[in-house]
């Protein structure tokens, strides 16, 4: 049963209610965090404490509670939900004013917890995705996890007004990531993903991937590359909490491959589904 935790109380998500004059509603001025939970338990829960943390800490949102009774908290969500497969999303809010103004006002945040179920896909469900390219109109800070998400909804629906699955943004010459994911590619049989920087968020699932690579022993490498080699690559791969690692058949008009799931995605998809039973 879905559940929100709003500002201390308990209640169903469709009875939780904020003032029209919260900073969240008038100027998307907050954070936020998805985390899956597998067979009731939160997987990477830590992580995902650490960066709510720093996004709170780079927009100057002093911190709600500590980590410690966040992750008490979010047990106890679970627990209440009854959900074994979920994902929970945390949105922080500056907090409601008594009038519109830029200026911070001087009142409480915000704290919105909900649970809802989840399932993610099963390798037999999953099909390659057809991305298009897109400019990254984004603003100069996509590493940090803020509730201002225009850009990505205006880049994502136009890429499926286009008949796309979803758009990998580019910037520059850069790719950075996709509309609400990263972006990894094979290249010469060598995993490449874009490195951390301003430019795009820091992916969990993208650090979760990178260690079963590693530890898969296959080839890897955290470097910028373009449009000329995202179309060139073997396969590439989109990550995130929701969507775990999903492949790319088709870039604009271009097949990837043979179209089909390529089997350096099968493997690391494999060795995370191990992983996410095994560790907290
Ligand atoms: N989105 N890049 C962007 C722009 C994202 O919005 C997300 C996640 C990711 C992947 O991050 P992670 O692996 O930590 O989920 C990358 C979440 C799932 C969302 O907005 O619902």
Redesign the pocket.
Known sequence: MAIAYLNGQWMPPSEAKVSVFDRGFMFGDGV?E?MPVYDGRIFTKAQ?LV?LARSQAEIGLAPVMSAEAWSTLLDEAVEKSGEAQALI?IQVTRGAATERSHVYPDSPPTVLLTVTAFQPKTVAEIQPLKVETAEDIRWHR?DI?VTS?IA?GMIKNRALANGYDDAIMIRGDKVT??????VFIVADGEIVTPPKSQW???????DEMIRVAVEAGLPLREADFGETQLRAASEIWL?????ELVPVGQVNDHRIGDGLPGPIWRQVFEGFQARKRLVD
């Open positions: 936020y998805v995902h960066r999303y996509a996890k998400l990505n990531e996709g509309t609400a994911s990263n795009l968020l820091h992916g969990i699932t993208r990550s995130s909490t929701g969507l």
